[in-house]
């Protein structure tokens, strides 16, 4: 069983709707992060939260943005998203943002239409 | 220009054959990690490795990081169909806050 949770699961939308993905850790770690998958792809980093402050901005466009309201939650608002932003959201998260080792949740399925 | 050369991208073998993995890098990493990840679910941490020359096995998988910590192998002997997944390695450079993925390896084992 996977420590990071992630909802949801699954999620379509609409170009103009807005929309969040959660994230959720409990293993005390202090740095935090999103990425987004293709399909048969390596993970691509979007965002990272160091102590609850963001330290990385990978030139994500800013119809994504990161919040992290505490050193447990990590939120991804999602507002006029295109189709070619379908894609898995991995959350993931580590001890602090210089050991390397990563623990991943599940993933949110995006589709958007 | 990748970091992190991973091959080959992808294998599928016969169960009971046995298969190894590469990842190379110009590149001095502080550390390596290898996941695992099943369609549909997030990739999991297999192992790390962070000195030079060492060797870890978990099981039929057998990891090694290369003197220079610029290189690691992942070797798999008697490979099962339970293995099937993507296979990425990960570096991790001292000071950058973040870790390399390479381009993965999808290794599909048939019964």
């Known amino acids: 069983d996977t420590e990071v949770t992630q909802t949801p699961k699954h999620l379509v939308m609409g170009m103009t709707n807005k929309k969040s993905l959660k994230c959720e850790q409990h293993?005390?770690?202090?740095?935090m992060y999103w990425y987004k998958q293709k399909a048969k792809k390596p993970p691509e980093l979007m965002f990272v939260?160091?102590?609850?402050?963001?330290?990385i901005n990978e030139s994500v466009p800013s119809r994504f943005s990161p919040e992290c309201p505490n050193s447990s939650l990590l939120n991804l608002h999602l507002h006029a998203l295109q189709p070619e932003d379908s894609a898995l959201y991995l959350c993931a998260s580590s001890q602090d943002g210089w050991t390397g080792e990563l623990f991943f949740g599940e993933g949110s399925r995006l589709t958007v239409l | 220009t990748q970091l992190l050369e991973q091959s080959p991208q992808f294998l599928s073998i016969q169960e009971g054959e046995n298969l190894t993995v590469y990842c190379n890098s110009s590149s001095v990493f502080s550390s390596l990690q290898w996941y695992r990840q099943e369609p549909g679910e997030g990739p999991v941490l297999l192992v790390t490795?962070?000195?030079?020359?060492e060797v870890k096995k978990l099981k039929r998988l057998t990891f090694q990081f290369g003197d220079a910590r610029k290189d690691s192998s992942l070797h798999i002997t008697a490979a099962q169909p339970g293995d099937t997944g993507l296979y990425l390695c990960a570096g991790a450079l001292a000071n950058a806050g973040k870790s390399t993925f390479g381009d993965g390896t999808t290794l599909t084992v048939k019964p």
């Open positions: 939260y160091s102590y609850e402050k963001l330290s």
């Open positions: 490795v962070v000195t030079g020359g």
């Open positions: 293993m005390g770690h202090r740095a």
